[in-house]
């Protein structure tokens, strides 16, 4: 069955401090992957996305991810976190016809 | 160029009401999706449309039903709403053609009271 797993429910980081947020897929093609991000109230808005190529994708704001196929992973990363990245972070892998199947999500919270 | 919309931003109905949620796709794309998403939790897909037709469905009962208009705009219909309906339903929008990048709308939030 495809599916995707965010073990972490909650993480807070320190403003400045890195950020590796989890996540761990089941597709038995070639995923695309997805990385979304939700501000309370707000839809989502696309970080980065993997379909093939280079295992290390660039997103927006200054947010990576690295595709693993061994470990069915797609982690996201950010160097130096933000107070304005506190948010609900989700990972997807794309389905067959668009179909996006999500994570539970990870909400990261920002200490100054 | 507009995003993607969706009305309304709020409801608030009760049990055994119907509910009928609105989306207008992004500019260009011919392809609408929705989503429920509930409290805590990642979205779900509920079914996705393309030339007026549903073309896939997710786990959802026949009281989700959907409908697209020839200007791709597009309608989610609940019936007999339960108090597990309420959630941000979300809609995104594509090219039939390249399904894999979606645009979502800021969604709407319904409450069964």
């Known amino acids: 069955a495809q599916s995707v797993t965010q073990p972490d429910i909650h993480i807070t980081v320190s403003e400045g401090a890195s950020l590796e947020l989890r996540c761990n897929y089941s597709?038995?093609?070639?995923?695309?992957l997805f990385w979304y991000v939700q501000s309370p109230g707000q839809g989502l808005q696309l970080l980065l996305k993997?379909?093939?190529?280079?295992?290390l994708v660039q997103g927006i704001k200054g947010f990576e991810a690295e595709f693993k196929r061994s470990q069915s992973s797609f982690n996201l990363r950010k160097p130096s976190v933000h107070w304005s990245d506190a948010a609900e972070y989700f990972c997807?892998?794309?389905?067959?016809?668009?179909?996006?199947?999500f994570g539970q999500g990870t909400e990261l919270s920002v200490k100054p | 160029d507009a995003g993607v919309t969706q009305s309304p931003t709020h409801l608030i109905k009760t049990r055994g009401q119907q509910v009928t949620l609105r989306c207008s796709p992004k500019?260009?794309?011919?392809?609408v999706s929705w989503y429920q998403q509930a409290l805590g939790q990642g979205p779900q897909f509920i079914f996705q449309?393309?030339?007026?037709?549903?073309?896939q469905r997710g786990n959802f009962p026949d009281r989700f039903s959907g409908h697209q208009y020839p200007n791709y705009s597009s309608e989610l219909n609940v019936n007999a709403l339960l108090l597990g309906d309420s959630a941000l339903y979300l809609c995104?929008?594509?090219?039939?053609?390249?399904?894999?990048?979606?645009?979502f709308g800021p969604g709407t939030r319904l409450l069964v009271l």
């Open positions: 995104a929008s594509s090219l039939q053609g390249r399904l894999e990048t979606q645009y």
């Open positions: 597709y038995g093609a070639t995923p695309y």
């Open positions: 993997y379909f093939s190529g280079d295992t």
């Open positions: 997807a892998v794309g389905a067959l016809r668009g179909k996006l199947i």
């Open positions: 500019s260009g794309h011919d392809t």
């Open positions: 449309y393309y030339e007026e037709e549903e073309r």
